[in-house]
């Protein structure tokens, strides 16, 4: 038995989902939550084999929680789920410890077929299926077609954001200067200037405010709503 937990804010979606998987004889569904702190609490809880994410979370997004597991080690296939589809936002995903992704109008059968070879180990991008070795060759290849064949070490980008540089990422879609930034994180005006550079590198983009737009445009960070928050 697979056993599934599912990540989504929209609860008509989620439902469907979790309809979808049930009428499986070899899946269940664990748990459900809507938000990227959610993932990781329900992840540590239930220990599933699967966790079907969505990147566009409140709060932490999904490719920090996926990083997160990543770093902790833990045995959960996370499948991305998600309307934000382009070659950078997969590279990104699979990057951070992604074993699938797929967009949110993906075929019911496809995704059954997506989760049964995810929880035998497998990689799968689309139509194509990958075990850890072609991964990697696959992402490599991705990387020097997105930067170009000549960067000196094309393996620095798409390296997942760090929390901290995520935070200041939704700082800076929200119009803040780096001033401004370092007073509500507490932290000196410097060390905000330095993630920035770091964000602009990993993001391989000229200045903040297509970092910004870069962010909003995959579902990284939330538009700022008109009160403020």
């Known amino acids: 038995m697979i056993r599934i937990a599912l990540i989504d804010d ?52 999904g490719l920090q929680v996926s990083s997160r597991l990543k770093a902790e080690h833990l045995p959960v296939a996370v499948v991305f789920l998600t309307a934000y589809d382009d070659l950078e936002q997969v590279l990104h995903a699979m990057r951070s410890g992604g074993a699938a992704y797929c967009p949110k109008d993906v075929e019911p059968e496809r995704l059954i077929e997506t989760i049964r070879m995810v929880a035998q180990g497998y990689y799968i991008v689309g139509e194509r299926t990958f075990d850890a070795e072609a991964l990697q060759t696959w992402l490599d290849a991705g990387v020097e077609a997105a930067t170009g064949p000549y960067m000196v070490d094309p393996g620095e980008y798409f390296v997942p954001l760090s929390p901290r540089e995520m935070e200041i990422l939704q700082f800076v879609t929200h119009g803040k200067s780096n001033k401004e930034i370092a007073q509500a994180l507490a932290i000196s005006h410097q060390t905000v200037k330095n993630h920035m550079t770091s964000i602009l590198k990993k993001l391989d983009v000229r ?14 960070v939330r538009p700022r709503t008109p009160d403020g928050e």
Not at 13 to 34: C, I, P, Y
Request: charged letters at 25%.
């Open 10 to 61: 929209h609860p008509v979606f989620r439902q469907g989902l979790r309809n979808l998987l049930t009428m499986e004889d070899d899946m269940t569904v664990v748990a459900e939550g809507s938000s990227g702190e959610e993932a990781l609490t329900l992840v540590h809880a239930e220990q599933p084999d699967v966790l079907i994410l969505d990147i566009n979370l409140p709060g932490i997004n």
């Open 207 to 220: 200045d903040r405010t297509q970092a910004a737009v870069y962010a909003l445009r995959r579902g990284w």
